[in-house]
């Protein structure tokens, strides 16, 4: 559906333009971004239920997202004393997770206080594209990360340190915002064909088969008779992380950029059909901000301590007989016990004692 102004920079784009655009026969200089920015307008005029509907499950998405990320920001700023690697990668994607949430609100406040403005819609597309890329790269590296420190803790070390994981944070920003500005300026004759199949495999299919076959290899080595009960807890807690973000990865990404590709090879598919599918994967991809606090909870054995005592610390005190005891496992090298911590003030100092897991 073309745009219903008569006037400004939408009114030059045609009713299939952005299926069009793979064939480069639509408008020779129209950019990616311009079309991706044209789709609200085109769900708002042919589908306006389906667009409120979306517009009430990303006011939700945007709610849950800041507070689980919220939280999650403080414990591992605030509250956390020691400075992994995977903490460092972990408070990146908690950033990442809040912008992308951000974007929400950002996006329908242009929608509907600057429609027709191409340079108000350039920032939430941009920023809506480089934190989904983002928030896959850093997954990665969390799981990266995990399988090193659990599987192969003597050769990884020197690859594990504070500085390298906030080199290489810096440069999944830089790459990341590099890629997907370059992506999104291409304009219809500058074959976006190419382009979109590129940005799949660096940002989504590569990162997939990574957490794949390393999920794959912890599993085989959980099979080993002689692993001690400690080092099989720990290679348990890392195939949940990389089978937790296996499932966000299906669930939230997976749809989104089979989308594209399909009408980058298809781009006869039916326009509203396209369409549809489009708006709904992406709000399954920003569902990825309300999923990624249950990584959190693999990343450090006191996490989730940590945050039960922030709660605890201001209600009343329980009973032991009511479960008010909380077991935490020590996470320095070598050790197999446990610690029984009361909650409060003293429970959420130990747990922070403790820190994250190599």
């Known amino acids: 559906m ?14 299939n333009a952005t299926a069009t655009a ?3 026969s639509s408008v020779p200089e129209t950019p990616l971004f311009y079309l991706f920015a044209l789709l609200d307008e085109e769900l708002h005029t042919a589908f306006p239920r389906l667009w409120l509907a979306l517009i009430a499950v990303h006011g939700a998405i945007f709610l849950v997202g800041l507070v689980l990320n919220g939280l999650a920001l403080y414990v591992f700023c605030c509250r956390t004393r020691a400075s992994s690697p995977s903490v460092t990668y972990t408070i990146n994607l908690v950033v990442t997770d809040l912008l992308v949430g951000l974007s929400l609100p950002t996006r329908f406040a242009v929608f509907y206080g600057a429609r027709g403005c ?10 809506y594209f480089l934190n989904m890329h983002c928030s896959i790269l850093f997954l990665t590296c969390i799981c ?15 690859w594990r340190q504070p500085a ?7 440069f999944v920003w830089l790459a990341a915002g590099t890629v997907t500005l370059s992506v999104l300026g291409v304009t219809a004759s500058g074959r976006p064909c190419c382009h979109v199949f590129a940005l799949t495999v660096l940002e989504f299919l590569l990162p997939l088969l990574v957490i794949s076959v390393f999920t794959g290899r912890i599993m085989c080595a959980l099979s ?50 396209s369409l549809v599918v489009y708006h709904v994967a992406v709000t399954l991809s920003s569902l990825n901000s309300c999923m990624d606090p249950i990584v959190y909870c693999f990343v450090t054995s006191g996490f989730q301590a940590t945050v039960r005592g922030l709660f605890r610390r201001h209600g009343a005190e329980l009973e032991p007989s009511s479960g008010n005891v909380v077991s935490l496992h020590k996470s320095s090298k070598g050790s197999g016990s446990h610690r029984m911590l009361s909650p409060g003030p003293h429970a959420l100092t130990q747990a922070l004692t403790n820190g994250p897991e190599p």
């Open 2 to 15: 073309p745009f219903v102004s008569t006037a400004g920079p939408w009114a030059v784009a045609a009713p």
């Open 22 to 24: 793979w064939t480069n």
């Open 118 to 127: 191409l340079r108000c819609a350039f920032p939430h597309v941009f920023g």
């Open 144 to 158: 990266v990360d995990r399988y090193l420190a659990i599987v192969q803790p003597e050769g990884s070390r020197r």
């Open 164 to 170: 390298c994981a906030r080199a290489m944070c810096a």
């Open 224 to 273: 080993r008779p002689s692993l001690l009960r400690q080092g099989r807890q720990r290679r348990i807690r890392a195939t949940q992380l990389l089978l937790t973000v296996l499932v966000i990865f299906l669930v939230c990404f997976t749809p989104f950029h089979a989308r594209q590709v399909a009408v980058a090879l298809w781009p006869s598919v039916p326009h509203h059909t």
